[in-house]
T-cell receptor, first 117, second 116 residues
Framework: AQTVTQSQPEMSVQEAETVTLSCTYD???????LFWYKQPPSRQMILVIR??????QNATENRFSVNFQKAAKSFSLKISDSQLGDAAMYFC??????????????FGTGTRLTIIP | NAGVTQTPKFQVLKTGQSMTLQCAQD?????MYWYRQDPGMGLRLIYY???????DKGEVPNGYNVSRLNKREFSLRLESAAPSQTSVYFC???????????????FGPGTRLTVT
């Protein structure tokens, strides 16, 4: 079974600075997807960024980028130029590709990010 | 498009009561999911439905039943609520185009359920 570990329960960063959230996972599969979801106080789960394991290039979405280290099974999220609206709980998630169409997301326990004005 | 909608937003039950959480999506998605979120934990899958007419157990199905009423709607039922089922419940959906695996799940706003 796959597991996802987020070792930082809480992080804080000054507005406009850069912060990196850590995520490691355990799997015996070679092909899979990885995601970062954001959950603001509204509770809505919002997809921030995704990475296909077969792609060597790190995914980037505006101020959000990942550092995907497949051999190390590490998938960290970097937020540049942090903004007050980035304050939220961030979840790392793993998705197997072993069953086409039938799958579940395995989530980490989350990191609460606080932005300091 | 409203996306994924859930009703109710909040609910308080007494132990032993039953209720049904409703979920609907207007994105013509094939797969639908029910998750629960507990403090200090990530979301855990309760049940999912890969397509209309099919349902399968997820990681924590005990105490729950589901119905995929049609392509749009996927309900979660608690037959006899227990305090351990106090949680925030999320519904999600996903499109699976023919021959292509689309990986993104879209989530509803959640239902906060308290069982006393």
């Amino acid at each position: 079974a796959q597991t996802v570990t987020q070792s930082q329960p809480e992080m804080s960063v000054q507005e406009a600075e850069t912060v990196t959230l850590s995520c490691t996972y355990d799997t015996s599969e070679s092909d899979y997807y990885l995601f970062w979801y954001k959950q603001p106080p509204s509770r809505q789960m919002i997809l921030v960024i995704r990475q296909e394991a077969y792609k060597q290039q790190n995914a980037t979405e505006n101020r959000f980028s990942v550092n995907f280290q497949k051999a190390a099974k590490s998938f960290s999220l970097k937020i540049s130029d942090s903004q007050l609206g980035d304050a939220a709980m961030y979840f790392c998630a793993y998705r197997s590709l072993s069953n086409f169409g039938n799958e579940k997301l395995t989530f980490g326990t989350g990191t609460r990010l606080t932005i300091i004005p | 498009n409203a996306g994924v909608t859930q009703t109710p937003k909040f609910q308080v039950l007494k132990t032993g009561q039953s209720m049904t959480l409703q979920c609907a999506q207007d994105m013509n998605h094939n797969s639908m999911y029910w998750y629960r979120q507990d403090p200090g934990m990530g979301l855990r899958l309760i049940y999912y439905s890969a397509s209309e007419g099919t349902t399968d157990k997820g990681e924590v199905p005990n105490g729950y039943n589901v119905s995929r009423l049609n392509k749009r709607e996927f309900s979660l039922r608690l037959e006899s609520a227990a305090p351990s089922q106090t949680s925030v419940y999320f519904c999600a959906s996903r499109m699976i185009p023919r021959g292509v695996d689309s990986y993104e799940q879209y989530f509803g706003p959640g239902t906060r359920l308290t069982v006393t």
